[in-house]
């Protein structure tokens, strides 16, 4: 899965870079030495009358009104995007924090379920640190902010923004955030193995993980709260 997650951005990065780089070895190809030679012809020894061109200033340029709306979607992407680092960052400073030395636990009654973003990660009001079923939930989540996760999406979200239009950058950044839960999921896997420790999880997903994947494990209890 680390290696799946950095051939999606390398895949990406390379498409948008191959454009510029064909453009680039197309225009050496066109220049050549038959360039720099000046031939002084003029129009009166080829034509014996005046031809005379009038551009036809009433014909729509569809050529631009496509390029503006494609910079306007691309606006509104932008301000979308700024406005949820606002929400989030707003939340941090009016949520309870509890620091640690890696990371911010955030603590809100509007949050419903855990997430992370940076070095913080937001949990709802009740969510009790100490159950053991929270702790896979922990885990989970300090493994995005210890893989810098964030920074992945981040990237993603200036390429939408940039290039909402092409249909590969919402495949690949989909696949990448698959990625990022099995990695995290992995991850969780990983130091209930080495603890020798039964994995207690609300989260389905690990079953997948465990049985679909072939994944090593010391057992993991799924349980349901109704």
């Known amino acids: 899965f680390r290696w799946n997650r950095f051939y ?11 454009p510029f780089i064909k453009d680039y070895f197309i225009q050496k190809q066109l220049i050549s030495p038959m360039a720099f030679i000046e031939e002084k012809v003029t129009l009166s ?9 009038v551009a036809d200033h009433s014909a729509v340029n569809w050529l ?10 691309s606006l509104f992407f932008a301000v979308k995007f700024i406005y949820g680092l606002f929400k989030i960052f707003r939340m941090i400073h009016a949520g309870e924090k509890i620091s640690s030395e890696k990371n911010t636990f955030v603590f809100s009654d509007s949050i419903q379920t855990a997430y992370s973003f940076l070095q913080y ?12 079923e929270n702790q896979t939930i922990i ?8 893989q810098l996760h964030s920074a992945d999406v981040i990237l ?3 390429f939408h923004i940039l290039f909402w239009w092409n249909p590969f950058i919402h495949l690949f950044y989909r696949e990448l955030r698959l990625v990022h839960e099995y990695l995290a999921d992995e991850e969780v896997l990983q ?3 080495k ?5 207690i999880t609300e989260d389905k997903d690990f079953g997948e993980l465990v049985f679909r994947l072939r994944m090593k494990h010391t057992g993991v209890l799924l349980i349901r709260i109704l």
């Open 8 to 18: 999606i951005i390398l895949a990406v990065l390379i498409s948008l870079l191959v």
């Open 45 to 53: 020894y080829i034509l014996p009358f005046t031809v005379e061109i």
């Open 64 to 73: 631009l009104l496509v390029k503006l709306f494609i910079l306007l979607v």
């Open 121 to 132: 990660v937001f949990l709802p009001k009740n969510f009790n640190l100490e159950k053991p």
């Open 139 to 146: 885990r989970h989540e300090m493994t995005h902010v210890n």
């Open 156 to 158: 993603f979200q200036i």
């Open 191 to 193: 130091v209930a193995l």
């Open 195 to 199: 603890n020798d420790a039964i994995l």
